[in-house]
């Protein structure tokens, strides 16, 4: 990367700026532009093109070379507070992996209770950090502590922090409903609010209910594995037996009897601000109430393999036009945090997805479902200046780059969130 100052009038130091490299990709499925160029000014995309078109135009140029610029990826789905969770869970002497998801669940209860909520705050920070280098612009975070805040305001990223609230007894629920709601209002634009009601098994009919009068957007886990439909379809299996029974949750007299997307929408949870966590277990119906609905379909593919609940049923959601994003859930079931090797592993799983469609779900997608706008997604002028640049020992012929883009074979060397650059490369005034 070279930085070179133009002999033009003078003004602040960066008042504007024109980042180059050979590869400029304004939005997923487009055509890149080759020797491309984004003009920033004031915090703003002011241009995008060639570099031959907008050399003039600004105070300083930074040329990243042999690289591509490109929107940032939108994580739409994952639980920071659990980014430290394999070595607290090595810390509590929980090192043997569960064979089952309720026992997966089972094992998540036992170390967070066994650590509390001190650590909680570093964990978070530390998801961050791992989020931006891995060319993250924003988040969709579910929290359950609240000090665990104040890292991601303090942060650069974009997106929506859902509080949870979980619990069958309006012992429980009420407060903490309140507690999250509370919270959610309180934020805005560039972290807004929205509340989780954990999942389908966690919350009863009368709280859904009432989270979703609350207006707010919601984020819930759905049709994740097979344990979930049966219990909701049937009232029984590992949920009822293992996980009400240790939680000493009473059943409920009557299963039911419905697909945990069916048993949303009964509860009017389906709407263009709900995101649906997993969306692994669905039928042809489901797929259709969803993309009625307008709610978004967040694959978290590493985590449900690791979990073994099954594959996404991509083709469905393809035919019936429900809205898809991507996320990566948590450390306590993934490697990392980094939505680049998502996507990467999408492919082997998702392959009814073409490059262009995955990383229009992982930038686009993410950005619409977080309600971004074009803040995030796209890189066109009057945009906000967010953008990321890779690059790789070899970087592939313009036809090859979506394809080259999905094999995570490379590495983010900037990312510039609201005009600034984030992951601290040298570039002086």
Same mark, same amino acid.
């Given at each position: 990367?070279?930085?070179?100052?133009?002999?033009?009038?003078?003004?602040?130091?960066?008042? #504007?700026?024109?980042? *180059?490299?050979?590869?400029?990709?304004?939005?997923?499925?487009?055509?890149?532009?080759?020797?491309?160029?984004?003009?920033?000014?004031?915090? *703003?995309?002011?241009? /995008?093109?060639?570099?031959?078109?907008?050399?003039?135009?600004?105070?300083?140029?930074?040329?990243?070379?042999?690289?591509?610029? =490109?929107?940032?990826?939108?994580?739409?789905?994952?639980?920071?507070?659990? @980014? %430290?969770?394999?070595?607290?869970?090595?810390?509590?002497?929980?090192?043997?992996?569960?064979?089952?998801?309720?026992?997966?669940?089972?094992?998540?209860?036992?170390?967070?209770?066994?650590?509390?909520?001190?650590?909680?705050?570093?964990?978070? @920070?530390?998801?961050?950090?791992?989020?931006?280098?891995?060319? $993250?612009?924003?988040?969709?975070?579910?929290?359950? @502590?609240?000090?665990?805040?104040?890292?991601?305001?303090?942060?650069?990223?974009?997106?929506?922090?859902?509080?949870?609230?979980?619990?069958?007894?309006?012992?429980?629920?009420?407060?903490?409903?309140?507690?999250?709601?509370? #919270?959610?209002?309180?934020?805005?634009?560039? =972290?807004?609010?929205?509340?989780?009601?954990?999942?389908?098994?966690?919350? !009863?009919?009368?709280?859904?209910?009432?989270? /979703?009068?609350?207006?707010?957007?919601?984020?819930?886990?759905?049709?994740?594995?097979?344990?979930? #439909?049966?219990?909701?379809?049937?009232?029984?299996?590992?949920?009822?037996?293992?996980?009400?029974?240790?939680?000493?949750?009473?059943?409920?007299?009557?299963?039911?009897?419905?697909?945990?997307?069916? &048993?949303?929408?009964?509860?009017?949870?389906? !709407?263009?601000?709900?995101?649906?966590?997993?969306?692994?277990?669905? %039928?042809?119906?489901?797929?259709?109430?969803?993309?009625?609905?307008?709610?978004?379909?967040?694959? +978290?593919?590493?985590?449900?393999?690791?979990?073994?609940?099954? $594959?996404?049923?991509?083709?469905?959601?393809?035919?019936?036009?429900?809205?898809?994003?991507?996320? $990566?859930?948590?450390?306590? #079931?993934? %490697?990392?945090?980094?939505? &680049?090797?998502?996507?990467?592993?999408?492919? !082997?799983?998702?392959?009814?997805?073409?490059?262009?469609?995955?990383?229009?779900?992982?930038? +686009?997608?993410?950005?619409?479902?977080?309600?971004?706008?074009?803040?995030?997604?796209?890189?066109?002028?009057?945009?906000?200046?967010?953008?990321?640049?890779?690059?790789?020992?070899?970087?592939?012929?313009?036809?090859?780059?979506?394809?080259?883009?999905?094999?995570? %074979?490379?590495?983010?060397?900037?990312?510039?969130?609201?005009?600034?650059? *984030?992951?601290?490369?040298?570039?002086?005034?």
């Amino acid at each position: 990367m070279s930085t070179q100052s133009l002999p033009l009038s003078p003004v602040t130091c960066h008042s #504007s700026q024109l980042l *180059r490299a050979r590869y400029l990709l304004p939005r997923a499925g487009e055509p890149a532009i080759e020797d491309g160029a984004l003009l920033i000014v004031g915090g *703003r995309i002011a241009a /995008v093109g060639r570099y031959s078109a907008l050399q003039d135009r600004a105070v300083q140029v930074i040329d990243y070379g042999d690289a591509v610029i =490109l929107p940032p990826l939108v994580n739409a789905h994952c639980h920071l507070e659990l @980014t %430290d969770f394999p070595q607290w869970a090595t810390e509590c002497g929980e090192t043997i992996e569960p064979e089952s998801f309720v026992g997966w669940i089972r094992r998540l209860i036992r170390v967070r209770r066994a650590l509390g909520g001190d650590p909680v705050p570093a964990s978070v @920070t530390a998801g961050i950090r791992q989020l931006l280098t891995a060319g $993250t612009g924003a988040v969709g975070d579910i929290l359950t @502590t609240p000090a665990a805040l104040a890292p991601l305001l303090a942060s650069p990223l974009y997106g929506r922090i859902f509080f949870e609230t979980i619990g069958l007894d309006a012992e429980r629920f009420v407060p903490s409903l309140a507690a999250a709601l509370a #919270s959610a209002r309180s934020l805005a634009y560039p =972290l807004s609010g929205g509340v989780s009601p954990h999942s389908t098994y966690t919350v !009863s009919s009368r709280h859904l209910k009432r989270a /979703v009068s609350a207006g707010l957007p919601l984020a819930i886990h759905c049709a994740e594995s097979p344990e979930e #439909s049966l219990f909701l379809r049937e009232g029984r299996g590992p949920i009822a037996e293992e996980l009400y029974a240790a939680a000493d949750w009473p059943l409920p007299e009557h299963a039911p009897g419905l697909s945990p997307v069916a &048993w949303l929408a009964a509860q009017g949870a389906l !709407s263009p601000q709900t995101l649906l966590i997993h969306g692994v277990q669905v %039928d042809a119906a489901d797929a259709a109430v969803i993309a009625a609905s307008g709610a978004t379909v967040v694959l +978290c593919p590493r985590s449900n393999v690791r979990l073994g609940v099954g $594959t996404a049923p991509i083709g469905l959601y393809q035919a019936t036009g429900v809205h898809l994003a991507l996320g $990566t859930d948590s450390r306590a #079931s993934n %490697d990392s945090l980094s939505l &680049w090797e998502e996507i990467a592993f999408a492919r !082997s799983v998702y392959p009814e997805l073409a490059p262009e469609e995955l990383l229009a779900i992982a930038t +686009c997608g993410g950005a619409r479902a977080l309600g971004l706008g074009q803040e995030m997604g796209v890189l066109t002028a009057g945009s906000g200046a967010n953008l990321q640049v890779l690059t790789a020992t070899n970087l592939p012929p313009q036809t090859e780059l979506a394809a080259w883009l999905c094999c995570a %074979d490379h590495q983010v060397v900037a990312l510039w969130l609201a005009g600034i650059e *984030r992951l601290g490369q040298d570039v002086p005034c």
